[in-house]
């Protein structure tokens, strides 16, 4: 996600940095490879302009050049301004106290409506505790209900269907009636897509909203089509009215340009994006946080999030014992490996972390294939294995290779590694505080 763009930035920031002093000349020439960097990620002309001016009249009119390292604050006025463009604060998705609360999502065909909304399902549950109903209100392509219906089955939350029904109003009337009855907490409305905005598709909408008075409308736009997610989004506001809008697909090379421009030009604030296709995949838009993304800053805040979500304090609690014990087995390790890979591609997981993203080269990625090799040797050995690997000799080397399809040198030298990590870890465990210290500025 953004990753041209990062590194465009982060070569005009290396040149600020490098500087003791600055002149307005050097944040002029910083300002115009910075709007270029913006311009090739596809972000509007008009916003990439205004975005290069606000930054100029900031950085050259205040005391930024006095300062001791201009560079640094000039990366911060870069910083607030991106975020004042992103649209400073998170945006929320509505809430309503008279349950349910009714979301009608909306989108040309193909651009994520029907994933957006089991993502949103399975959001509301997992981070909000709040129960959901999808609504199937595709009445044109004929496999569309059976979609919602298998990701509402994979995820384990309802999905009303009418199959055969032809009147879209009426499945969504229906459709409330059973989220009231059940006492849910939301009702997510997918509705059906179109190629492009047409009277027919705007018809039935507008009759949905008329019927279900939606708390929210909210626009799903496929990020890769980069600045025409703009003029689709205009379209639907000005025939619909948009509450909110959802980017989706921002891990496929997405430039990035329709995020950074469509704030500032429509208004209407981005409430989340969508980053893969599994139902987990969808992250809350947090203007600053994806800021300090793009500038190669780190999102620490989203990364801690992510963790807590697969894992409990109890559970972490115990697993620091552990550690500090150096009782910590092939067991454990699998387990938190698994969690991590759930999280995400870890090499995006990495780029989360502050200063790191900065360090790596552009091409960085980490190989999944052998993580899944690793998980494969664990899985093959028996419970006693996993709890004391020092107990694999051998012949129970040889037999863990073969039922994990690797060799036996493989099997070896992950255990190697895992015995040296242990103690490591349980060494760095017991330090105090100022040991710590003293070992970093080694
Ligand atoms: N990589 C990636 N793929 C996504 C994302 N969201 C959706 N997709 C994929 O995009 C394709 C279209 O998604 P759908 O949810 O069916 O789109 P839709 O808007 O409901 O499409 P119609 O119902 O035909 O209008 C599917 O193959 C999804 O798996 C995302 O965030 N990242
Ligand atoms: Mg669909």
Redesign the pocket.
Known sequence: MFEQLSDKLNGVFKNLRGHGTLTEDNIKESMREVRRALLEADVNFQVAKDFVKKVQERAVGTEVLKSLNPGEQVIKVVHDVMVETLGSVASELADSKKKPTRILIV??????????TAKLGFHLRKRRKKTALLAAC?VY?PA?MD?LGSLGKQIDIPVHIEKGETDAVGIAKRALEVAETKGHDYLLI?T??RLHIDEELMDELARIKSELKPHQIVL?LDGMTGQDAISVAESFHEKLGVDGLVL?????DARGGAALSIRSVTGIPILFI????TPN?LDVFHPDRLAQRILGMGDVVSLVEKAQEEVSEEEAMQLEERMRKETFSLEDFAGQLKKIRKMGPLTELVKMIPGLSKQLPSDFQIDEKQLTRVEAIIQSMTPLERNRPDVIDSSRRRRIAKGSGTSGSDVKKLIKDFLAMRKMMGQMSRMSPKDMMKMARR
């Open positions: 989108g040309l065909q193909g651009s994520g409506k029907t994933t957006f595709d392509r569309a979609q997918d059906a897509g799903v989706t697909k921002m891990d496929g969508g980053t893969g296709e995949m």
